[in-house]
Nanobody, 121 residues
Framework: QVQLVESGGGLVQAGGSLKLSCVVSGRTFSRNAVAWFRQAPGKEREFVAAASDSSKVYADSVKGRFTISRDNAKNTVYLQMDSLKPEDTAVYYC????????????????WGQGTQVTVSS
């Protein structure tokens, strides 16, 4: 059974930082693409960042502020979020799929339950 568990969300002031973690179990982690998406109230879920073993890709809205990384030994993917803005407020979800390419669409097989990030102005 595949399970993804996010942690690290919280309340932070604008300009601050947070680091999200997602532990993936039940998959051969190193052969998977992993990604972060987010969903703000009343909006569709949107792509944030994705990583395969060899590539990373970011949404334009977070490029230069967010960094995705993965530790295959720990089956964990991270999202370091710096220079946070109020518009980054959302529930953040991690996702995984068997792929060698970091997909930016929502075609991922498995999803976590999400962690809330709130950025105050």
């Amino acid at each position: 059974q595949v399970q993804l568990v996010e942690s690290g969300g919280g309340l932070v002031q604008a300009g601050g930082s947070l680091k999200l973690s997602c532990v993936v179990s039940g998959r051969t982690f190193s052969r998977n693409a992993v990604a972060w998406f987010r969903q703000a109230p009343g909006k569709e879920r949107e792509f944030v960042a994705a990583a395969s073993d060899s590539s990373k890709v970011y949404a334009d809205s977070v490029k230069g502020r967010f960094t995705i990384s993965r530790d295959n030994a720990k089956n964990t993917v991270y999202l370091q979020m710096d220079s946070l803005k109020p518009e980054d407020t959302a529930v953040y979800y991690c996702a995984a799929r068997r792929a060698t390419f970091p997909y930016t669409t929502r075609d991922y097989d498995d999803w976590g339950q999400g962690t809330q990030v709130t950025v105050s102005s």
